[in-house]
């Protein structure tokens, strides 16, 4: 199957600070999403992404499908950001399934 | 984007019993998925469930221990059988319609004793 990988696996901010999250991907893919989960286990929808850029408040993210790697980035970091931060890719062929990433969990200091 | 809830939101069992969770969503998708998040853990997908047939399982899950039925676009349910500990997890409903984005529920949290 389809390997994804996210890095770094831990990163710890200061408030106010920005900062680069990254998602590898061994194979073609047709969806990619980035999702939050908070504290409460909830996962939040931030970006569907299979290719290209998008900016939604402080966060922007991009992919480029091409060279498998999809970047979300984080600026003027709140406290609230906190939690754990997955990259899920649907293969391409794969019937609508997401494989997701391991996470990387972020915790921003006041 | 689709609204998704699920019952019971958490649970706390006893080993050897079942339990069964249901996803209700506040309209008709075609693509339903159960996935399950161990502790610490990412999440990994248990199924794909089929309005009308049995669902498809992947590989490590079979039916005699999380049984899923789906009868109809907007409803679906997971049974965890026969829990043990190792069980303990959140499991997660999710919808999607074809070649869109992908939506979670809020999550059933399991603690088995």
């Known amino acids: 199957g389809i390997q994804v990988e996210q890095s770094p696996p831990d990163l710890i901010l200061q408030e106010g600070a920005n900062s680069t999250l990254r998602c590898n991907f061994s194979?073609?893919?047709?969806?990619l999403q980035w999702f939050h989960q908070n504290p409460w286990g909830q996962l939040i929808n931030l970006f569907y992404?299979?290719?290209g850029t998008k900016q939604n408040g402080r966060l922007s993210a991009t992919t480029v499908a091409t060279e498998r790697y999809s970047l979300l980035y984080i600026s003027s970091s709140q406290t609230t950001d906190s939690g754990v931060y997955f990259c899920?890719?649907?293969?391409?062929?794969?019937?609508?399934?997401?494989?997701f990433g391991k996470g990387i969990t972020l915790s921003v200091r006041p | 984007s689709a609204v998704i809830s699920q019952k019971p939101s958490r649970d706390i069992c006893q080993r050897g019993t079942s339990l069964t969770i249901q996803c209700q969503v506040d309209?008709?998708?075609?693509?339903m998925f159960w996935y399950r998040q161990q502790p610490g853990q990412s999440l990994t997908l248990i199924a794909t469930?089929?309005?009308?047939?049995?669902?498809?399982?992947e590989s490590g899950f079979v039916i005699d221990k999380f049984p899923i039925s789906r009868p109809n676009l907007t409803f679906s349910t997971l049974t965890v059988s026969n829990m043990s500990p190792e069980d303990s997890s959140i499991y997660l409903c999710?919808?999607?319609?074809?070649?869109?984005?992908?939506?979670f529920g809020p999550g059933t949290r399991l603690t088995v004793l």
């Open positions: 899920a890719v649907e293969r391409t062929g794969a019937n609508s399934k997401l494989t």
């Open positions: 992404i299979p290719s």
């Open positions: 999710s919808v999607r319609q074809v070649g869109d984005e992908q939506f």
């Open positions: 309209s008709q998708v075609t693509m």
């Open positions: 194979d073609s893919v047709n969806n």
């Open positions: 469930a089929n309005q009308g047939s049995e669902a498809t399982y």
